[in-house]
């Protein structure tokens, strides 16, 4: 028999996980009635929230108790209020707002794959019909598209500086399975003198497209609908993104993927892979480690690389060198990989 270590048993930490779905549900309530927002708003008791949301009194008190306990809201007497944390990413008033992001996250595909998790496990993939979220043209993506892109400014924006210190002036930029965008976009902002091409399905491409003109930058936006394992390429491009695509896939098809890249990279460019990279321990950090759940769940056999695996799968492609850059409390980094 094992002999346990760590702190002693502890029969909440098993409630705790079983029931994790409890917070879920809650706080999908609280974004899809606007409670956050109503609060926002200056609504403060159960009666005034549920007036404003078309909720039940009844409802609305047990939701906002439940979200106190949980660090949402604020509660004195019966005046609820909102958290830093709910004021900044909750509320609709917000521009940080995160709310849509359920949209991606809860979607029924996503969902789905997480609800036949014993049956991944078993298979050591998805337990979705037709290879899960890469089937072609999956619609989830569109959902992805729309729906992720508030939270995809911030590392956009580094993405962007880490690029660009390293590959400065006129660059031809292509974005692999560009999604939102909002990655190339930010090179394309940042530095006038490039030119961006997205390559994502036709669906998705509809959102980048739409995105690059609020921008301002459809004069500079190209776009290759298809496949990033057969369409043209075209190119020759100084630098190209890869960011959140490669975890998709196991390594031969990451591999596969390189060096079809390789051949549409300039001699002195640079392929930018932006990842969930866990350490080696594959348990920490958090944020990264467990997004290889994310995979299990909704992907044949993709998977969160760590930086030594990306570094071999590339060098298995035939490029030179490749370079860690994390950034502060983040859980994505990006992989700097020269031909
Ligand atoms: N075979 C494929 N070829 C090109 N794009 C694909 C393929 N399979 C999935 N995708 C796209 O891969 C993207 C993954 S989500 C990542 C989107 C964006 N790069 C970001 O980092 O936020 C989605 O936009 C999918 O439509």
């Known amino acids: 028999m094992e002999t346990p270590v760590g702190p002693p048993p502890s029969p909440f930490l098993v409630f705790e996980a079983i029931n994790a779905y409890h917070r879920t549900a809650a706080i999908k309530a609280a974004i899809e009635l606007q409670v956050f927002t109503a609060i926002d708003n200056g609504r403060r008791s159960a009666a005034e929230i549920a007036a ?135 090179v394309c902002k940042a530095n006038p003198a490039s030119r961006l091409t997205a390559l994502d399905w036709a669906n998705v491409l509809e959102v980048a497209t739409e995105n690059a003109a609020k921008i301002g930058l459809a004069d500079r936006f190209t776009t290759i609908a298809g496949s990033a394992f057969d369409a043209p390429l075209g190119g020759p491009y100084d630098v ?45 950090p958090p944020g990264a480690a467990t997004f290889s759940l994310v995979m299990l769940a909704s992907t044949p056999s993709g998977d969160a690389y760590t930086f030594k695996e990306y570094e071999q799968m590339f060098a298995d492609a035939g490029y030179s060198s490749s370079e860690l850059h994390r950034f502060e409390g983040a859980p994505h980094a990006v992989v700097l990989t020269r031909p």
């Open 52 to 186: 404003a949301c078309g909720a039940a009194e009844r409802g609305v008190r047990i939701i906002c108790d439940n979200l106190v306990v949980y660090g949402l809201l604020t509660k004195d007497g019966t005046q609820y209020g909102l958290t830093a944390t709910a004021k900044t990413f909750l509320s609709g008033n917000s521009p940080a707002y995160m709310g849509g992001a359920i949209q991606f996250l809860l979607s029924p595909t996503i969902m789905l794959g997480f609800d036949r998790m014993t049956e991944a496990v078993r298979r050591g993939g998805t337990a979705i019909p037709e290879s899960g979220t890469l089937a072609p043209e999956h619609n989830v993506w569109v959902d992805f598209a729309r729906a992720m892109a508030p939270m995809m400014m911030m590392p956009a924006q580094q993405l962007a500086e880490t690029v660009l210190k390293v590959k400065p002036g006129p660059i031809a930029v292509l974005d692999i399975a560009a999604g939102h965008g909002l990655y190339g976009l930010a």
């Open 240 to 284: 190209i993104l890869l960011p959140n695509f490669l975890h998709h896939f196991d390594p031969p098809t990451c591999v596969a993927l390189a060096k079809r890249l390789k051949s549409a990279l300039n001699p002195d460019g640079v392929v930018a892979t932006m990842e969930f990279v866990p350490n080696d321990d594959r348990v920490s």
